[in-house]
C-alpha cells in the first residue's frame, strides 16, 4: 500500500471532493495513466499542459529555472518536504534516475513545498539538501504558489512532464519505482537501464500522528490546553490506548507542535518495523533526549542509522530515525525529554 502524507484539510474534505470532483477540477487529471496499448504514460491526447513554476523563494544547485528553458527535456517534478519520511525514503529512486538517465534528457526538479513553519526557511531547507544527498535543482516553494498551481495534495507527488511540456504521468506516495523507471525511459525513447532502487513500501503500521491541536488528539482522552499556555499532564503510567501519542509533565500547545514547560515523557504504543519522530529544540539549544524501548535502552540491534544509541541529540527541527528493524506487534517507545523539547509528529515504516 503507497504511503504518503495529504495536505491539511484534505481528508475533512474528501467526501465533498469527490461528489463534485469533475466540476471544481480544473482539467489537470488527479492522476494521468497509461494507455490501453500497455504504455506507461499517457497518449499525448490526453496530456495537459504542465504549469509553470511559480511564486519561488529561491533556488537551490540550480539558477532559476522555467518550463520554457527546460522544452526539449523530459522534466520530473518531485513535490516533497524534508521532514516527510515518506519524502526522504523516495530520494534513492531519484538519485538513480539522474544517475541513469540525466544525460539521456531527463532532468529532475524538487519542488520543496513545507508542512511545518521550521520547513520555509530557505537555510533549512539548504542544509538538507546538502544533508540528503539532493543534487538536482531544488525551488523552494515556501508559499506553496506552485503547489496551488499543480493543485497537488501529496508528500511526495511526481509529475513527469514530456518534452513539450506536457503531464504525461504521475505518481502519488512512495512507491510505483519500476512504473516511474519505465516512464522516464519510453518519455526518453530508450530502454529502461536497470530495476529501480527504493525503499520498500511498509504496509500495517501505525499512521501518521500528530503531536499539536492543529491536527493531533492524545491518547487516554487527554485534553490540549489553551494554546500558548503551559497545561499540566500527570504521569499515570503507559498509555492504555494504541496508536496515540502521551505526554507527562507540562507542555504548551503551539497548534503545529508541543514543545514541553518542563521535563517529561512522550510515550506512544506503536506497531512498526521503525519509528521516526520530527522533533526540535527552542532557539537552537542542545537537547538530549533519553529513548527506551518496551521498558529498556534501544538494543543496539534496533537504533536507528541516522541517530544511533539509546540517546537522541536535538539541535534542530528535523526528522529523526529513532528505531529499526523492530519485532511485530506492538511496542512501547518512551522518551525523556527535557524542557525545550518540540514534539510536531511520530511516523512509522
Known amino acids: 500500500m503507497t504511503r504518503f502524507r495529504i495536505a491539511l484539510g484534505v481528508v475533512l474534505l474528501l467526501i465533498a471532493a469527490l ?3 469533475t466540476v471544481v477540477r480544473s482539467p489537470m487529471p488527479a492522476t494521468v495513466t497509461g494507455s490501453a496499448s500497455g504504455d506507461t504514460v499517457a497518449p499525448v491526447s490526453e496530456r495537459p499542459q504542465a504549469p509553470d513554476f511559480t511564486g519561488i523563494d529561491a533556488w537551490i544547485n540550480s539558477p532559476p ?3 520554457a528553458s527546460l522544452h526539449g527535456h523530459v522534466v520530473l517534478v518531485d513535490f516533497w518536504t524534508f521532514s516527510c519520511v515518506n519524502c526522504v525514503r523516495t530520494i534513492p529512486h531519484l538519485q538513480q534516475l539522474v ?4 544525460d539521456k534528457g531527463l532532468v529532475v526538479v524538487g519542488v520543496h513545498s513545507p508542512e511545518f513553519d521550521f520547513e520555509k526557511v530557505v537555510a533549512n531547507v539548504q542544509s538538507a539538501v546538502r544533508r540528503l544527498g539532493v543534487t538536482w535543482p531544488v525551488a523552494v516553494d515556501s508559499q506553496m504558489a506552485t503547489w496551488n498551481a499543480y493543485q497537488n495534495e501529496y508528500w511526495p507527488a511526481e509529475y513527469l512532464i514530456d518534452q513539450q511540456g506536457r503531464i504525461a504521468y504521475t ?7 519500476a512504473e516511474t523507471d519505465q516512464a522516464v525511459a519510453q518519455l526518453l ?6 530495476g529501480p ?7 500495517d503500521t501505525t499512521p501518521e500522528l500528530y503531536a499539536g491541536s492543529d491536527r493531533g488528539q492524545l491518547a487516554d482522552g ?3 490546553g489553551t494554546k500558548g499556555q503551559a497545561a499540566y499532564y500527570p504521569d499515570h503510567g503507559p498509555p492504555a490506548q494504541d496508536d496515540a501519542i502521551q505526554v507527562t509533565g507540562s507542555w504548551i500547545d503551539e497548534g503545529q507542535y508541543l514543545v514541553a514547560a518542563s521535563a517529561g515523557h512522550v510515550r ?3 506497531q512498526a518495523d521503525s519509528v521516526y519522530v520530527v522533533a526540535g529544540t527552542e532557539s537552537g539549544h542542545l537537547l538530549s533526549v533519553e529513548v527506551s524501548v518496551d521498558g529498556a535502552p534501544v538494543p543496539v540491534s534496533l537504533q536507528g542509522p541516522a541517530d544511533p544509541g539509546s540517546r537522541l541529540t536535538v539541535s534542530r527541527e528535523d526528522l529523526f530515525h529513532l528505531i529499526t528493524g523492530e519485532k511485530p506487534g506492538y511496542n512501547l517507545i518512551d522518551l525523556t525529554v527535557p524542557a525545550g523539547f518540540e514534539l510536531y509528529t511520530f511516523t512509522f515504516g
Request: glycine share 12%; aromatic share 16%.
Open 268 to 270: 506512544l504504543n506503536f
Open 189 to 194: 525513447g530508450i530502454t529502461a537501464v536497470s
Open 197 to 203: 532502487v527504493g525503499t520498500p513500501v511498509p504496509e
Open 65 to 67: 529555472l522555467t518550463l
Open 171 to 177: 505518481n502519488f506516495g512512495e512507491g510505483n519505482y
Open 99 to 102: 544517475a541513469e538517465y540525466a
Open 222 to 224: 487527554a485534553a490540549y
Open 19 to 21: 461528489v463534485v470532483f
